[in-house]
């Protein structure tokens, strides 16, 4: 069995990779350092998998530790990266907090790792294109200047694993290019666990509906869209976390070397307010909402070409808007009675 690390397994997307890792007959090996997630996401993962996947807590920033960690894990032959921090409005009050973590976590994996046969996937974000001038956005469209200091932590770290192979310090490298992730798995066991009030628009439904919030706000109804509102490509974080494997065996075939990346969405658009109505026919609860300003820094429109995806990877959405919002509302309302 392939030894997997899988950093930041305990988070959102992490921990449903770690499931379908497992489901793939792969071993994951989890780093967390709980900064945004909660060690009972290891217990409710062994209630889906059956058993406690191997952990380990440390700060991917301390060197000593990682090293330490690759002497204790030797036979690791694949790492997905997803350790990072990712609230873009806290990147803009606290850039330096967001560069050091995001890409010394980053560096310290590349140099600990250097020159050793490890394939490597990277999460990446649609935040690259920022309002790409062609919609559905392909991977050869122009990065555009960053928005935000955690949207450049994600520029910059595509450029340093290009680097990092061009050089050999890396061997096989995707970096995958994530949309909207939303969703939880169909357990209702894992699912986003946002931290405070949260700043995206999924988790800020379910907590509205639940009775946690008063009401939802829709940055801006007066975008050149169907509706006025923002459109996004939303994806369920199962079909997500199920392109993780199919990266890691792409780098396995003999087809595959050095450098590339790949847009992770369905391929279609939805505005806010799609949303929100596809959550109340989803659910049949009614959402208080009510129409704001725009928020700074969103981008009007985005969603993902992702004909190279499936055609390389082999990959493909499944999961509609439907499913999406009642798993998001199964995980809220499971929450609700087993607080975490
Ligand atoms: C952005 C990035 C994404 C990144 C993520 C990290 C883009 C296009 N996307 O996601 O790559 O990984 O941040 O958090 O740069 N909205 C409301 N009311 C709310 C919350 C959100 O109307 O209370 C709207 C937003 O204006 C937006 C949509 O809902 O149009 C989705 O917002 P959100 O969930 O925060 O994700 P993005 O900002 O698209």
């Not at 793939?24 to 989890?30: F, L, M, Q, W």
């Not at 803009?92 to 590349?110: F, G, I």
């Not at 209702?188 to 379910?206: H, K, R, S, Y």
Request: hydrophobic residues 40%; aromatic residues 10%; negative net charge.
């Amino acid at each position: 069995m392939a030894k997997i690390l899988v950093t930041g397994g305990l988070g959102f997307i992490g921990s449903h990779t770690v499931v379908e890792l497992i489901n793939a007959g792969y071993e994951p090996v989890i780093i967390d350092d709980l900064s945004n997630s909660q060690h009972k996401i290891l217990g409710q993962l062994s209630k889906i998998v059956g058993f406690k996947p191997v952990f380990y807590q440390f700060d991917l920033c301390d060197k000593q530790k990682l090293i330490h960690f690759a002497k204790s894990e030797p036979d690791i032959t694949g790492i997905i990266h997803f350790a990072a921090f990712k609230a873009v409005g806290e990147s803009v009050q606290n850039p330096l907090k967001y560069y050091n973590n995001n890409l010394t976590s980053l560096l310290n994996l590349l140099s600990v790792y250097s020159g050793e046969s490890v394939d490597f996937v990277f999460s990446s974000s649609c935040t690259v294109y920022g309002q790409p001038d062609e919609l559905p956005v392909t991977e050869n469209a122009p990065v555009k200047p960053a928005q935000s200091p955690y949207g450049n932590t994600k520029q910059i770290a595509e450029e340093i694993l290009k680097d990092a192979v061009t050089s050999g310090d890396a061997k096989k490298v995707i970096s995958l290019r994530y949309f909207n992730p939303v969703g939880a798995h169909d357990s209702a066991l894992i699912g986003e666990l946002p931290i405070g009030v949260p700043q995206n628009l999924v988790p800020f439904i379910t907590q509205s509906a639940i009775g946690k919030r008063e009401k939802i706000t829709v940055f801006g109804n007066d975008y050149n869209t169907r509706d006025g509102s923002c459109v996004r490509d939303y994806i369920h974080v199962v079909d997500l976390a199920k392109a993780h494997v199919s990266a890691l065996k792409l780098m396995e075939s003999n087809t595959f070397a050095g450098y590339d990346v790949f847009n992770l969405g369905t391929g279609n658009g939805n505005t806010v307010l799609e949303i929100i109505f596809a959550f109340e026919r989803a659910t049949g609860i009614k959402l208080n909402y009510e129409i704001g300003p725009r928020r700074s820094g969103d981008v009007e429109k985005v969603w993902g070409d992702v004909t190279k995806s499936e055609k390389q990877l082999h990959w493909k959405a499944r999961l509609g808007i439907d499913i999406m919002m009642s798993s998001a509302w199964e995980w809220e309302k499971y929450l609700a009675e087993n607080p975490l």
